[in-house]
């Protein structure tokens, strides 16, 4: 099974958004981003959608949900500050459960995945830490994670 880890689009500088941090939305490039993503993953299996509760990593989300006519879940371990081995447990979960789950998250959450991920014994093509916009294909055999790929960011014009 497969676990499409992806980080949240473009939502520019945190700076200049003038309200809450967890509001804060995709930018014009990163909604042409969350398209793409959209676009390679649609016939990827994918049968659940979970989210970072903040705005831009739903918005990443939502072009893939509207293709395959599935909603978006909330799932607070993917929240900023949340818990990479916690995440990486409930993903693990539900691919054994022979889910396809693709799951978007922030910068500090999916370097935690990733290196439970290692720790556990997967092997990993690519960087531990993604750009925005980029993901991960984790290989899950039995209730571990084989091998990690990443996948820069989609390009967009």
């Not at 930018?27 to 676009?39: F, V």
């Not at 054994?96 to 997967?122: F, N």
């Not at 055999?141 to 967009?156: D, F, K, L, W, Y």
Request: with cysteine; charged share 20%.
């Amino acid at each position: 099974m497969l676990v499409h880890l992806i980080r949240h689009a473009h939502a520019g500088s945190r700076k200049a958004w003038p309200g809450e941090d967890d509001q804060r939305p995709l930018s014009n490039r990163g909604l042409a981003q969350s398209e793409a993503l959209a676009t390679a993953l649609a016939g990827a299996g994918v049968d659940r959608l979970w989210s970072s509760p903040f705005v831009r990593c739903v918005q990443t989300l939502e072009p893939l949900g509207r293709r395959l006519g599935i909603s978006v879940y909330p799932f607070t371990e993917l929240a900023e500050g949340g818990s990479g081995p916690k995440a990486l447990q409930a993903l693990l979960e539900a691919a054994i459960a022979g889910r396809t789950v693709a799951a978007s998250s922030h910068g500090d959450v999916i370097p935690a995945i990733i290196d439970a991920a290692v720790q556990a014994g997967a092997t990993l093509d690519g960087p531990s830490s993604p750009r925005k916009g980029a993901r991960y294909e984790l290989t899950v055999e039995g209730m571990n994670v084989q091998h990690i790929h990443h996948i820069g960011p989609p390009a967009t014009n």
